[in-house]
Nanobody, 127 residues
Framework: HVQLVESGGGSVQSGGSLRLSCAAS????????MGWFRQAPGKEREGVAA???????TYADSVKGRFTISQDNAKTTLYLQMNSLKPEDTGMYYC?????????????????????WGQGTQVTVSS
């Protein structure tokens, strides 16, 4: 059973930074891919970034150059460094993991790419 617990959310002003963390426990295999998603009120959940066992990463166009996804060496903690935050980055941020090896995608992650989800951490960016 996989458990994912996000932390690090909060309220910041436009232009600020936050670093989200996602602690993974249970059966986490080193070849699993992991990703970050977000959901704003009244909107669908959207993919933000993903990282693969190869170390490759992929991002949504809206966050490229501002957000960085990474993992610790043990691959039990996932991070999302968010810089130059904008009000439109506001939402609940979720981490997710996908079983099995994945060939890196060259597109933003999609909900049905992932199997397990955390409960989310809120990010609010004020103008």
């Amino acid at each position: 059973h996989v458990q994912l617990v996000e932390s690090g959310g909060g309220s910041v002003q436009s232009g600020g930074s936050l670093r989200l963390s996602c602690a993974a426990s249970g059966y986490i295999y080193s070849q699993f891919s992991m990703g970050w998603f977000r959901q704003a009120p009244g909107k669908e959940r959207e993919g933000v970034a993903a990282i693969f066992s190869t170390g490759d990463t992929t991002y949504a166009d809206s966050v490229k150059g501002r957000f960085t996804i990474s993992q610790d060496n043990a691959k039990t903690t996932l991070y999302l460094q968010m810089n130059s935050l904008k009000p439109e980055d506001t939402g609940m941020y979720y981490c997710a993991t996908r079983e099995g090896y994945s060939t890196p995608w060259h597109r933003a992650p999609r909900i049905n790419d992932f199997d397990f989800w955390g409960q989310g951490t809120q990010v609010t960016v004020s103008s």
